[in-house]
């Protein structure tokens, strides 16, 4: 059994909001095959979607590692602290929560404005 989405979800998915800012807001099959037969316009476009995105920081990595190819998991393994929960922006963490962002195990994090506890993630882990 294959899920499929219903339509409300499809209807505000980032790819079909993609699809038809770049005039291709057929099937999601029409649309990978326009990224193959037109691999510059395809890409250019991709360019020009992520310029206009609020968070484009935020989608685009995902979005590439998405097309990869590569076997992904649900678990995104990323951690942030909205507090409170209705923040619009993550806890800025400090040097005090090295011991705890190690603890969670993810593989990323945010937020961070100095570069001293990167620097002491790094030691634990490298």
Do not use: C
Not at 35 to 44: A, K, P, T, V
Not at 45 to 58: C, K, S
Not at 62 to 72: D, I, K, Y
Request: net charge negative; hydrophobic share 45%.
């Amino acid at each position: 059994m294959v899920w499929t989405p219903d339509e409300s979800l499809v209807g505000s998915a980032a790819l079909t909001d993609f699809a038809r800012r770049v005039g291709h807001p057929g099937s999601y099959q029409e649309l990978w095959q326009w990224s193959r037969d037109d691999l510059e316009g395809f890409w250019q476009a991709v360019v020009d979607h992520f310029l206009h995105t609020i968070i484009p920081t935020e989608a685009f990595v995902h979005t590439v590692l998405a097309n990869s190819g590569l076997r992904l998991s649900n678990d995104h393994r990323r951690y942030a602290v909205f507090d409170p929960p209705s923040s619009a922006s993550p806890r800025v963490f400090g040097l005090e929560d090295v011991e705890a962002l190690l603890a969670t195990g993810a593989n990323f994090a945010r937020k961070f404005d100095d570069v001293r506890v990167l620097d002491a993630i790094d030691r634990h882990i490298l």
